[in-house]
């Protein structure tokens, strides 16, 4: 009797694994379901994606690992796409190499004597 419920137990834990699995595939993706209409603050916003198709959304990744998704045409949706964008370039050019190590374009002119 306690062979059959332990086998019983371990069917119903690889049951519970596999069906985790396959949920987890769909998970992965970035689809929206829903559009959220609650203002996400641009501070916990890490970066963004657009996605086009049947719902049109911009997706939101924070920097706790949440994907929100948003309506592209709502004004502070637009106003957080530009913040990061500013950001993210702000960032780029603070990357570039120092002056001493940028080339430059100066022409030199020799004069023969």
């Known amino acids: 009797m306690r062979l059959l419920i332990l086998v019983f137990l371990g069917l119903c834990c690889l049951a519970a694994y596999t069906v985790e699995g396959v949920g987890s595939e769909v998970l992965e993706k970035t689809i ?3 559009l959220t ?3 996400l603050p641009v501070k916990n916003i890490k970066t963004y994606t657009i996605k086009e198709g ?5 997706i939101f990744f924070t ?3 949440l ?3 948003a309506d ?5 949706v637009k106003k ?12 780029v050019n603070q990357t570039k190499p120092t002056g001493a190590q940028q ?3 100066t022409a030199v002119t020799v004069t023969g004597q």
């Open 32 to 34: 929206c379901v829903s």
């Open 37 to 39: 209409t609650r203002r």
């Open 54 to 58: 049947s719902m049109k959304a911009v």
């Open 63 to 65: 920097k706790r690992g």
């Open 67 to 69: 994907k929100v998704c």
């Open 72 to 76: 592209p045409h709502v004004e502070w």
């Open 80 to 91: 957080a796409v530009h913040t990061i964008d500013k950001s993210t370039r702000r960032n």
């Open 103 to 105: 080339s430059t374009n």
